[in-house]
């Protein structure tokens, strides 16, 4: 990155803070809300996120980074778990501010007791969000805002013998993510814990991913939500090349080749589908959402490829 422009104000803020949790609590949605443009790729499928990609939040007090990081996931290990758990970790070195998101609706885990087990031995600042308050069966807040205030989760400090608990986190706040609810408080919360220091972005400048990597992203998003089992996990995106063209008619276009690759010929089969209808449903709905996202006609060029070694790439 080249000299960023830096504000006048002596008083300027500026720092990193991670996103982590279980998976599927919200954390792309949540960076999403904070940035308020759709930065990360949400699925209602477990272990979406598989990079530490950065959402930049402007305010006239300072700048905050915000890490997204894969959810901790509980499965047989394998290499793509293994990957995805060495990142969050790794996020975690340099930042300033911890943002602990958890999922009322669901009972606490063994997912989340690892993230407990994290979150417990950062030393940075920790904020707890509790998300999905626009849910009606949110049966688990009482457990978190018990945990949160140094009980074990589910059992008060009374029950578990413990002489005045001392509080886990510096702030908890409930949002919806979704619904856009609170999602302020956690900016100002964080400016609470953040140094004066430089800016690291410009103003203005909401990401750090590449447009192929964006693209890509947004192709697995919709790859995620047309396949079932075992398929998505086994698929990555690569981004051969974008460039931009004209049509027949002389207006511009996108032109965009892409691949689905993946780890064998029968999964092969399974994206490429009946008549490759799997295929074109999904370059048909990225497409359509690429084409509202840059306001411009896109041709997708979509081929689905073998190559068992993109898992090893990802670390
Ligand atoms: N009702 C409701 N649903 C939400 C909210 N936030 C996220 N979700 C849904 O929860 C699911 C998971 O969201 P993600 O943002 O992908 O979760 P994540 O924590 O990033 O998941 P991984 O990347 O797999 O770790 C999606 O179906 C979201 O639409 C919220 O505030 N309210
Ligand atoms: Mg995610």
Redesign the pocket.
Known sequence: MGAVEQPTDPNFKSGLAV?V????????????ALVGTKI??????????RDTYHGIVHRPEGQIVFV??????KTQPSRLVQNLHHKVRDALEGIEVLVH?V?PTRSIGIEDERVNGIVAHAVQPKILVI?????PNRYYRDSWLEYAQGGVAGVTAAEAGASAPKARYASVIE?????D?NIELVIQAIFRHLPVGPAQYPLGQVTNVTNEFWIGELIREKLYLQTNQEVPYTAAVHVELVEDRKDKQGKPLVYIKAAILTTDDRHQRMLIGQGARMVRNIGSAARKELEVAMNKKVFLDLAVLIDDEWMDRLS
């Open positions: 996103l949790g279980r998976t599927n609590v919200g954390k792309s949605t949540l960076l999403n990360a790729i949400v699925t209602p499928k477990p272990q979406t996120t997204d990081t894969p959810g901790i996931f998101v999922d998300n999905k308050l626009d849910l949002v919806s993510a979704l619904k609810k």
